[in-house]
Structures are given as structure tokens and as C-alpha cells.
């Protein structure tokens, strides 16, 4: 076939796909379950923030906070694969944030 921008699109595209599909089970039912649990405790941190009467904008900045520290340390990380403890950190805090920004949607602000 010819080298077309569309077959290298295509190439590059399996070369990103190829490691998710081909990882186990195990691992890819570990890093959805952490994706999920951190929407799930993030949201019910939130609703149970709202409930009270302190001040929640500080809570809030304190787990945006932690949400940073752990990308800076994936970031700064010294080995050149990540670990699966990691990449479950990193899966907890995406769904952590997914659920901050839904909040916000939820809440117009």
C-alpha cells in the first residue's frame, strides 16, 4: 500500500490502541474500578460538603491540590513505565476530577 497521511494516521492510531487492548483483564478491570471509585468518593465527598455549614471552597482547593501533587509526581516519576499502582492513582484522579467538574456544571458555577 502507499504511504498515505491516511495509513500513517491509521498506523499511528493502532500503535496508541495496541497496548490497551492487548493488557489483561485484570489490569484493565483494576484501572476502570479505580476510575470509577474516584468519581464515586469524590462525589459523595462533595454532596456531603455541600451538607455542612464550614467552608467547603478550602476543602475543595485542598483536593485540587492533592489532584496536582499526583500528577506532578507521575510527571517527575524516575521510572520509564508506569507502574500499575500508579496508573490506578492517576485513573483515581481522573474520575475525581470528572466528578468536580460535573458538580460544578450540576451547580452553575
Not at 56 to 63: A, E, S, Y
Amino acid at each position: 500500500m502507499q504511504k498515505t497521511k491516511f495509513r500513517n494516521f491509521l498506523e499511528s492510531f493502532l500503535l496508541f490502541i495496541k497496548p490497551i487492548i492487548s493488557d489483561s483483564w485484570s489490569k484493565r478491570s483494576i484501572l476502570i474500578l479505580s476510575l470509577l471509585s474516584g468519581f464515586y468518593l469524590t462525589n459523595n465527598f462533595i454532596s456531603f460538603l455541600l451538607d455542612k455549614s464550614f467552608n467547603t471552597l478550602f476543602l475543595v482547593i485542598v483536593l485540587l491540590l492533592f489532584m496536582e501533587l499526583s500528577i506532578r509526581s507521575l510527571l517527575f516519576s524516575k521510572f520509564k513505565k508506569i507502574s500499575l499502582i500508579l496508573q490506578a492513582v492517576n485513573n483515581l484522579r481522573i474520575g475525581s476530577t470528572y466528578a468536580l467538574i460535573l458538580e460544578a456544571f450540576k451547580l452553575g458555577s
